[in-house]
């Protein structure tokens, strides 16, 4: 059965060497950098600061993927952001991707202080913005950084 995990010093080494398929190494950024970046988060000049929370995605003891989130209950538009989701290219095709997506919006759901999540993607990217869409992110035509910007209003 498919579980969510913290990153710790006893699972990072595994995490960071899952890999996405060629063709998509432009659409997701090593999860080494994401775990480096889990430890600064990141300061927004306007809105303040975002705390990153990294996870592998398993099956039972297989490590089958990475996905980070970010929370900023200060910023007024969004206070959550899917900042990272990859699947390893081995494991595509199996769900992984949409659990960690479910898992996510459950925990985003249950937490009053978030109204309204967000998630960037590569514009090309096909199979993000038909995942999202299906759990009910909206484009609301905006980009961020050279990315759709896609968000879903939790309250």
């Not at 090593?30 to 927004?44: C, H, K, L, T, W």
Request: negative net charge; hydrophobic residues 40%; without cysteine.
């Amino acid at each position: 059965m498919a579980e969510i995990r913290p990153v710790t010093k006893d699972n990072w080494r595994e995490l960071i060497k899952l890999q996405v398929r060629d063709d998509q190494k432009n659409f997701v950024a090593p999860n080494v950098n994401s775990i480096a970046e889990s430890q600064f988060g990141y300061d927004e000049a306007e809105y303040g600061h975002w705390d990153f929370h990294p996870f592998g995605i398993y099956e039972g003891d297989t490590a089958v993927g990475f996905l980070m989130y970010g929370l900023n209950f200060a910023h007024p538009q969004r206070q959550a952001f899917i900042i990272r989701l990859m699947v390893d290219d081995r494991f595509q095709g199996k769900g992984y991707g949409r659990f960690g997506m479910v898992q996510m919006i459950n925990l985003f759901s249950a937490d009053e202080r978030i109204k309204v999540v967000a998630i960037s993607y590569e514009p090309e990217n096909e199979v993000a913005r038909k995942l999202y869409a299906s759990l009910g992110f909206v484009e609301p035509g905006e980009m961020l950084e050279g990315e759709t910007l896609a968000i879903l209003k939790l309250r």
